[in-house]
């Protein structure tokens, strides 16, 4: 389990600085130019797993790249280029300090706070006499607060956004109509998967001309929950869980084992089972969003790997000053 990339260091030409998330590092470069890698780091419950997951890092950056091509049609995104499996090479923007949720069906964080008596979600009501898994009468934008590496993100209302200046109201409309038609292309992407895309998060930045775009990652295990379309009326009909493809099962394993990321709670261990059975459900998710096969990518030295791809991508274009 040691082929894995958990943590970088690497000095590229014109490299200004280096930002390291919960599971991506972004490095800064000369000419307005971001290079994001996804490593095989795995958070739930805002919190980082002390061990990597093969390939976890390759499919998230191949799934969010693939669904930014499926999406650049109706919103811009920051995405130039994928040097590597990796690796995204894109314009550098100012991050937005809001993650926008929207959620079409009542699962995960929205069911928990339902189960706990709220019928109000970041200011958004949710109907009466609804069970887990329903869908809502129509997509409800949920927005978070971005937490920094470790900390909690937090519910926040689009009210108290713009009270407190996070967001211009002129910026926010435009995040919102972005959010929902992002939600409303990639449920038409699910469908001829055969799948449901229950809730996700988008990020959006603003470029140095002022341009608002989809920055990070879309429509991803991580970022997004998906169910099975085949069976789900008749597994609601029965009170039955559905059958999903999405991070949950990390969450609902650590759950299991009394760990929500609270405080004086300990982490569970992860077994090597244990961690190549959640690569494999990664594969798969894969292989069911994309509806092609994963090829996986040579894992004997991924720092070796990613810096030679990069260093060969950026002489090429005469990216490196």
């Known amino acids: 389990m ?9 000095n590229f030409p014109g490299q200004k ?8 590092e972004v490095y800064t470069l000369a000419n307005d130019i971001l290079l994001m890698i996804a490593t ?8 980082v797993m002390p061990k990597g ?6 499919i998230l950056n191949q799934i969010a790249t693939k669904m930014m091509a499926a999406t650049e049609d109706i919103v811009p995104n ?7 499996p990796n690796v995204a090479l894109g314009h550098a923007c100012e991050p937005f300090k809001v993650e926008m949720v929207i959620r079409g069906y009542m699962s995960g964080h929205a069911a928990r706070e339902y189960k706990a008596g709220k019928r109000m979600l970041c200011g958004v009501p949710m109907p009466e006499g609804m069970k887990e898994n329903d869908k809502f009468p129509e997509p409800i934008i949920t927005p978070a607060t971005k937490a920094e590496m470790g900390d909690h993100d937090e519910d926040i209302s689009r009210e108290d956004i713009l009270k407190k200046g996070i967001v211009s109201e002129e910026d926010y409309i435009i995040l919102e109509k972005y959010t929902r038609d992002l939600f409303q292309r990639g449920t038409e992407i699910a469908a001829e998967r055969n799948l449901i895309l229950v ?6 930045g603003k470029t140095r001309e002022g341009k608002i775009v989809l920055i990070d990652e879309i429509h991803t295990p991580d970022s997004s929950r998906y169910f099975y379309a085949d069976g789900y009326q008749e597994r609601q009909d029965r009170g039955e869980a559905q ?24 982490l569970p261990e992860m077994t090597d089972d244990y961690i190549e059975s959640v690569s494999e459900r990664y594969i798969e998710l894969f292989d069911n969003i994309t509806g092609t096969s994963f090829e996986k990518a040579d894992i004997s030295n991924i720092q070796e790997r990613i810096e030679t ?8 274009k005469k990216l490196a000053p």
């Open 53 to 58: 997951i093969p390939y976890k890092g390759q």
């Open 199 to 204: 809730d996700t998060k988008y990020e959006f």
């Open 40 to 47: 095989d780091r795995l958070s739930a419950f805002d919190v």
């Open 309 to 316: 791809n990069v260093l060969n991508y950026l002489k090429e």
């Open 243 to 266: 059958k999903q493809l999405s991070k949950e099962f990390v969450r609902q394993w650590l759950i299991q084992n009394d760990f929500q990321g609270l405080e004086g709670q300990t």
């Open 78 to 84: 920051w995405l130039i280029a994928t040097p590597d």
């Open 2 to 10: 040691s082929r894995t990339i958990i943590d970088t260091n690497f």
């Open 17 to 24: 600085s280096v930002y390291k998330g919960k599971v991506r």
